[in-house]
């Protein structure tokens, strides 16, 4: 299912690299987002892969569910993580992939995941009991423990409660660490604190797609995950971190 994963985001990635930096065709925008027909025709491209492979599996993605929706396996994607980024010529975005079974009626283990970054040629990966890699090599994250040494990575979802949320928490940790950054691109921003470049990953209202495969890449590369389920389907707010900078105790009364 890994190599599945690998071809699958391979060929996505493709078909990004090729169109970045060309007219795009916008299906959808908002006040603080866009949908382009690309993120589409990119879903499609997985989707063909895996159920070419898998055609008795179901696939959870931002753009569609596709397959058998009863499957005890399903693929959680992204296919264009970091869109905006993607619309305005920055070439920070993702293709992310996981593979996750049912354990029970509503409880789902990822199996495998991938975040690969085309326009750098980046391709993180990890499967179940499988040491977390970047192009076949292996990575942990990073041992800073210092809070005022750390990197923090800070995304901001698109509704007013999570980004007042968001804010508030920025107000909290700004003055006490090295840096924020704010990148644009959740999949990235996980994988990044999985391979030591970052220290940690705070958003609030996230969506499953966006972070199941670089959750599962940072835990297997020795990371912490504190998530916490919203009402929204497929919704959460998350802390991750190397485990060993004190981000929880940081942010705890900024938590809703």
Not at 29 to 52: N, P, S, Y
Not at 148 to 171: H, N, P, Y
Not at 193 to 209: C, H, M, P, Q, T
Request: net charge negative; with cysteine; glycine share 8%.
């Amino acid at each position: 299912m890994l190599d599945t994963a690998i071809e699958a985001a391979s060929a996505a990635g493709k078909l990004l690299r090729k169109n970045f930096g060309s007219t795009l065709n916008v299906n959808l925008a908002t006040h603080h987002d866009i949908k382009l027909e690309i993120d589409e025709q990119a879903q499609a491209v997985i989707t063909k892969v895996i159920l070419a492979d898998f055609p008795d599996h179901c696939i959870l993605g931002e753009e569609a569910v596709t397959g058998n929706p009863e499957a005890d396996v399903r693929w959680v994607v992204d296919p264009l993580d970091g869109t905006v980024n993607y619309f305005y010529g920055i070439p920070h975005y993702a293709v992310s992939i996981a593979a996750q079974v049912r354990c029970a009626p509503d409880h789902w283990e990822t199996i495998a995941g991938v975040v690969l970054a085309p326009e750098i040629d980046e391709l993180f990966a990890t499967a179940k009991e499988q040491p977390a890699t970047l192009n076949g090599r292996t990575i942990q994250v990073s041992n800073r423990a210092d809070i005022g040494e750390a990197i923090v990575v800070m995304g901001f979802f698109k509704s007013t409660r999570t980004i007042d949320q968001g804010l508030e928490s920025f107000g909290r940790i700004i003055h006490k660490v090295r840096k924020i950054r704010l990148m644009g691109a959740a999949a990235l921003d996980v994988a990044y604190v999985a391979s030591g470049r970052f220290d940690a990953y705070v958003e609030y209202g996230i969506k499953l797609w966006d972070i199941a495969a670089g959750q599962f890449i940072l835990e297997n590369a020795g990371g912490r995950v504190d998530s916490k389920p919203l009402p929204e389907a497929h919704s959460f707010d998350v802390q991750m971190s190397n485990g060993k900078i004190p981000l929880a105790e940081l942010l705890k009364s900024s938590r809703a």
